[in-house]
Structure formats: C-alpha cells, structure tokens
C-alpha cells in the first residue's frame, strides 16, 4: 500500500495512540475520585460502566481519529498491470534567503511570500525529483534533507522565515555550499534553485560556484528587488502599518540586488539567472524555460491503475465513532 501523503499517514498512527492513552488517562482520573467512598454510595454517584467497556470506548474513539486521518493521507494499492512511462527527473536542492529584507512589500504581498509561491509552482511541475530546502541569512540551515516526499518539504516550506536565521546578511558562499552538501551523494541530475534578494559582501560566492561545478551542481539563480537598490518597508501583519528599516544608526537600509554576481554564478555552473525583480512573474513559463530543460530524462514502471482505498477507512472511521459513542449505552443495559 503506497500512500500520496505519507506525513498524514504517520501522524494518524500517533494520533490514535495518544487519543487512546488520553482517554484512558481520564478513565483512572475518575475512577480515584471513588477510593474512599463506599461500594453502595459508589454506586448511587455513578453510572454502573464496567471499565472494560470504557477501555473499549477509548480504543474505538482512537481507531476513529486513525482511520480518518489514514484516509486523508489518500492511501492506495497497485492495480492490475503496469506500464513504462519516461519521466523527466533531477534532485533539487532549493536555497533560500530567509533575510528580513525579504519581507519588504515591493511585491506582492512581500519578496518571501511571492519566492515561496513561487517554489510551490515549481514544485506542482517536478513532481518526479527529489528537492531539498536550506534557508539562509547570514549562515545557512537545512531545514529539509533531500527526500520525495513533497508533503514534508511543502510543510518545511511554510515554515521558513526570518526567525530562522541566527545571523544577519546575506552569505551565498554559505548557502551554495550547504546546497551543494545536500545534493552530494545524489547519483540524478543535480540543480540547485538559489532564491535571493541581496549583495553579498561577507563571502566570497564565485567560490562557491567553482564547487558546485566541480561536484557537477547546475544552479540556477532567482534575483528579488532592485539592482538600483531600495528601502526595506516592512508592514507589520497586526497592525498593518508599514515601516522602513534601519540600522544601528538610524538609517535606512537599503537593499541592492547585484544582478552581475547571480548571472556569473549560474554562468560558471552552466545554470540561468532569472531576474524576478519586483514584478510579476510566470513562474510556469520559466520552468518551462530554465529549468525543464535541465531534467534528466528516464524510464518507469508503474502500474497501470492505482486502486483508492481512502473510502475505505472513512466507512472503518465512522463505525469506529458509533462504536464508541454506543458502547457505554451497551455497557450500562447488559449490566
């Protein structure tokens, strides 16, 4: 049995264990509250439920929050027969600048959120490779180890933003390198996606790019905002009210994509830069352009006709809801 989100499938099997141990937690809490009153007074407070049919009542209450879960993780087993289908594939790592300046407002609704759009359209058209997910500032973290499992890197995704960098700046040495890391033991078609806004003046990025060549790593480069450069307006998502950045001294920060460093990094690794600007951007006609092409094609067998079982566990969900709203019902008429 395969499942299409495999991290709903894992969070089902917790999920009805901890339910089951929650509800027998509260089983024993209101059974002490009898020790010290007597048998006939016990029995004039409460209701005359044996604890196995409480027992059964917080397994049946656990296997409903099971099997509705297992059922949203869209399980499913092969049908008959299988087909060879070409594919075009790569492993992707996807490097991206978590800075504050990707928060100003000059696009729509901000640089970070317009960058992770972004990322999830491209993600809906490589749906056969594998990605990974750093997010960088002043140093790099990874925050999702290559896999395909596109449910863990869409969540790892949503979670990305400035609160994860330790650090302050922009180091593309540290987070082509980090990319460059995730993507090492990777026998595919290497790409990596490099997502930034600003200039680096901390490292030394053509380094960087002269390792991803020579570990045969194509990047590909993403440029957000102005090469003219402009001031980081923030809007504060309680208030709504917008503000400028500034730094220690009371200036305002001025954000300077350099264009020249992100075309010669993606030139040195036989890549493309992608000038995003501050515009509106077609993200499917780029992948279209700059990065289909990239992908390594090759063969699969599949089969043929995937057989849904979700109908399934929704009908065990229900039963088990019945069965647990009923079995105290059951309890008290048989005792």
């Not at 993780?73 to 492993?91: I, L, N, S």
């Not at 809906?124 to 990605?131: P, Y």
């Not at 997502?195 to 490292?203: A, C, V, Y």
């Amino acid at each position: 049995m395969s499942f299409q989100y495999h991290t709903l499938f894992v969070a089902s099997v917790w999920a009805g264990v901890a339910t089951v141990i929650v509800f027998l937690a509260l089983l024993f809490r209101d059974r002490s509250r009898y020790r010290f009153i007597s048998k006939e007074m016990h029995q004039k407070l409460a209701f005359s439920i044996s604890d196995s049919a409480l027992v059964a009542r917080a397994i049946f209450a656990g296997a409903t929050i099971f099997f509705a879960l297992f059922a949203l993780a869209r399980p499913g087993v092969a049908g008959d027969g299988t087909e060879v289908q070409e594919v075009a594939t790569a492993d992707i790592a996807v490097v991206l600048d978590v800075s504050r300046s990707m928060l100003a407002t000059d696009a729509t609704p901000n640089r970070l959120q317009r960058a992770k759009q972004g990322i999830f359209n491209i993600l809906r058209q490589v749906s056969e490779s594998s990605l990974a997910l750093i997010a960088f500032a002043g140093e790099a973290s990874m925050q999702c180890a290559l896999t395909s499992n596109k449910e863990y890197f869409r969540m790892s995704l949503r979670n990305a933003g400035p609160h994860l960098a330790s650090r302050g700046g922009t180091n593309i040495y540290g987070a082509i390198k980090a990319g460059v890391e995730a993507l090492r033991q990777s026998a595919e078609t290497k790409i990596l996606i490099l997502i930034t806004d600003g200039e680096d003046h901390e490292s030394n990025p053509m380094a960087a790019a002269e390792l991803a060549k020579e570990e045969k790593v194509i990047v590909v480069t993403v440029g957000f905002g102005s090469e003219d450069g402009s001031q980081i307006v923030i809007e504060d998502p309680q208030t709504k009210i917008k503000q400028a950045i500034v730094d220690s001294e009371g200036n305002p920060v001025v954000s300077r994509l350099d264009s020249d460093l992100l075309r010669k990094i993606a030139e040195t690794t036989k890549g493309a830069y992608i000038p995003a600007g501050t515009s509106a951007v077609q993200m499917d006609q780029i992948v279209e352009d700059f990065i289909r092409p990239l992908l390594a094609s090759k063969t699969v067998e599949r089969s043929k006709n995937r057989i849904d079982m979700s109908s399934v566990f929704v009908w065990l969900s229900l039963f088990s809801f019945l069965l647990a709203s009923v079995s105290p019902l059951l309890a008290r008429r048989y005792l």
